[in-house]
């Protein structure tokens, strides 16, 4: 039972860093599950406080992801439009074949979206630079509290010290 708790945590941490960039995983909220479910493996101390500090973050990162890219978009002058462009580009880019379509998609995506709304290509432009700067901001925080929270995981992991790894 132990290692299978490890390996679900462990399977966590992974969806967790992989759910920074993924629009439909919360990254550090997936994470903070894995280190719970490490938890409840024998011999791993993880304080309450630590645990209630450690989640109270992953939701504070879950609110502001939403918050944001509004910022960006707001800020440069974007729409509503700009915002939903910005997540399907992502996640076009996501399974697009051209390099960097990560990172390329949400930026089209967010010019398409603004031009939709507006047709003047230059007001147009500048929020999709916000909307794709806000994007790039939320994403780099949630991979930043995913890895932090997989460093705990390996830490608590390398503490504990038995037989089975």
């Given at each position: 039972?132990?290692?299978?708790?490890?390996l679900l945590a462990?399977?966590?941490?992974?969806?967790?860093?992989?759910?920074?960039?993924?629009?439909?995983?919360?990254?550090?909220?997936?994470?903070?599950?894995?280190?719970?479910?490490?938890?409840?493996?024998?011999?791993?101390?993880?304080?309450?406080?630590?645990?209630?500090?450690?989640?109270?973050?992953?939701?504070?990162?879950?609110?502001?992801?939403?918050?944001?890219?509004?910022?960006?978009?707001?800020?440069?002058?974007?729409?509503?439009?700009?915002?939903?462009?910005?997540?399907?580009?992502?996640?076009?880019?996501?399974?697009?074949?051209?390099?960097?379509?990560?990172?390329?998609?949400?930026?089209?995506?967010?010019?398409?979206?603004?031009?939709?709304?507006?047709?003047?290509?230059?007001?147009?432009?500048?929020?999709?630079?916000?909307?794709?700067?806000?994007?790039?901001?939320?994403?780099?925080?949630?991979?930043?509290?995913?890895?932090?929270?997989?460093?705990?995981?390996?830490?608590?992991?390398?503490?504990?010290?038995?037989?089975?790894?």
């Amino acid at each position: 039972m132990e290692i299978f708790l490890v390996l679900l945590a462990l399977l966590l941490m992974i969806l967790g860093i992989l759910g920074s960039f993924l629009p439909v995983l919360p990254g550090p909220l997936t994470s903070w599950v894995g280190l719970l479910v490490l938890h409840f493996t024998d011999g791993i101390e993880l304080s309450t406080t630590f645990l209630i500090v450690t989640l109270v973050f992953a939701v504070f990162i879950y609110i502001l992801d939403y918050i944001i890219p509004a910022i960006g978009t707001k800020r440069f002058g974007g729409s509503k439009a700009g915002m939903i462009g910005t997540t399907l580009g992502l996640i076009i880019g996501l399974f697009s074949p051209i390099p960097f379509g990560i990172i390329i998609g949400p930026f089209i995506g967010a010019l398409i979206g603004e031009m939709i709304h507006r047709n003047d290509f230059n007001k147009a432009l500048k929020a999709a630079f916000g909307s794709f700067l806000g994007f790039i901001a939320s994403t780099f925080l949630k991979f930043i509290v995913a890895v932090i929270y997989l460093g705990f995981f390996i830490v608590k992991l390398s503490e504990h010290n038995t037989s089975w790894y």
